[in-house]
């Protein structure tokens, strides 16, 4: 069964410091890669998505993430993170009508 | 947010006692999914819907059941609640109806079994 990990549990960093989170999925075969994120005490929003094409995603709120197929990696990056960011962020990769999450990494931004 | 509800929102129970859950969409989507939350394991999925009486089950689907007489209802029961089963619950529907696009999720119902 495919899996996700996600390495950091939890990150804290000062205001407009950058952000890299990481993000390995285990299977090899063709996937769907996501990443959601979730403010405290609400559901999980999406913030972008990977399934074909350019591996340079873009998403919401100047996230963008970065598929590397020889690294089985998906990583999470914010050039200048802001207090607002603070949340927990949530990788997943999806095969068919299997959807897999990884434990989640909490961020805090100190303002 | 993009037509999909859950209640309750909270819920409180006691041991032994049977709780059902409802999700409820007006997007008249085929792929319905209910997840658990808990710390440090992320989401987890129970089960899910492909369409009306078609469902399956997830990774932790032990201890709980499911109907889908609509498509805009996907029920969620625990027969017999048990403490393990405390835990954050989500429902989730494909955006715009294409599991490739990822989910929308709702808000989520609390639930507590003491």
């Known amino acids: 069964a495919q899996s996700v990990s996600q390495h950091n549990h939890h990150v804290i960093l000062s205001e407009a410091a950058s952000l890299e989170l990481g993000c390995n999925y285990s299977?090899?075969?063709?996937?769907?890669l996501f990443w959601y994120v979730q403010y405290p005490g609400q559901h999980l929003q999406l913030l972008l998505k990977y399934f074909s094409g350019d591996p340079l995603v873009k998403g919401i709120k100047g996230f963008e993430a970065e598929f590397i197929k020889s690294k089985f990696s998906f990583n999470l990056r914010k050039p200048s993170v802001q207090w607002s960011d603070t949340a927990e962020y949530f990788c997943?990769?999806?095969?068919?009508?299997?959807?897999?999450f990884g434990a989640g990494t909490r961020l805090t931004v100190k303002p | 947010d993009a037509g999909i509800t859950q209640s309750p929102r909270h819920k409180v129970t006691e041991t032994g006692t049977p709780v059902t859950l409802r999700c409820h969409q007006t997007?008249?989507?085929?792929?319905m999914y209910w997840y658990r939350q808990d710390p440090g394991h992320g989401l987890r999925l129970i089960h899910y819907s492909y369409g009306v009486k078609d469902t399956d089950k997830g990774e932790v689907s032990d201890g709980y059941s499911v109907s889908r007489s609509k498509t805009e209802d996907f029920l969620l029961t625990l027969e017999s609640a048990t403490s393990s089963q405390t835990s954050v619950y989500f429902c989730?529907?494909?955006?715009?109806?294409?599991?490739?696009?990822?989910?929308?999720f709702g808000s989520g119902t609390r639930l507590t079994v003491v």
């Open positions: 299977y090899g075969g063709t996937v769907n």
């Open positions: 997943a990769s999806r095969n068919q009508n299997d959807m897999r």
């Open positions: 997007e008249n989507h085929r792929y």
């Open positions: 989730a529907i494909a955006v715009q109806g294409e599991i490739r696009y990822g989910y929308t």
